[in-house]
């Protein structure tokens, strides 16, 4: 079966950097549009990130644009979202997700991760 598994959460201070993972098994990696989003208590999902199954396309939400990279590697199956200049708000569990259409900033991707959570300190 499908397992997205995420990695590369913790606390970190303001202003500090992060690298999450998302290693993909059970499916033709190369062949899936990745993502990125995030949920803090008590807000809705929210969109971070996506990129295409070849990397050529790529999205960012406004509120991570500039600090956030995201990238993959389809020989290691993994996907990576590199945080930098990270602040308060940035706080939630992130999830991955992979979609074999491009469908960009929809949350209606067809696989998930558990999600891994990240804390930034004031």
């Known amino acids: 079966q499908v397992q997205l598994v995420e990695s590369g959460g913790g606390l970190v201070q303001a202003g500090g950097s992060l690298r999450l993972s998302c290693t993909a098994s059970?499916?033709?990696?190369?062949?899936?549009?990745m993502a990125w989003f995030r949920q803090a208590p008590g807000k809705e999902r929210e969109f971070v990130a996506a990129i295409s199954s070849t990397g050529s396309s790529i999205y960012y939400a406004d509120s991570v644009k500039g600090r956030f990279t995201i990238s993959r590697d389809n020989a290691k199956n993994t996907a990576y979202l590199q945080m930098n200049s990270l602040k308060p708000e940035d706080t939630s569990v992130y999830y991955c997700?992979?979609?074999?259409?491009?469908?960009?900033?929809?949350?209606?991707?067809?696989?998930w991760g558990q999600g891994t959570q990240v804390t930034v300190s004031s």
């Open positions: 997700a992979a979609d074999p259409l491009w469908i960009g900033v929809q949350d209606t991707y067809d696989y």
């Open positions: 059970g499916l033709t990696f190369r062949l899936y549009a």
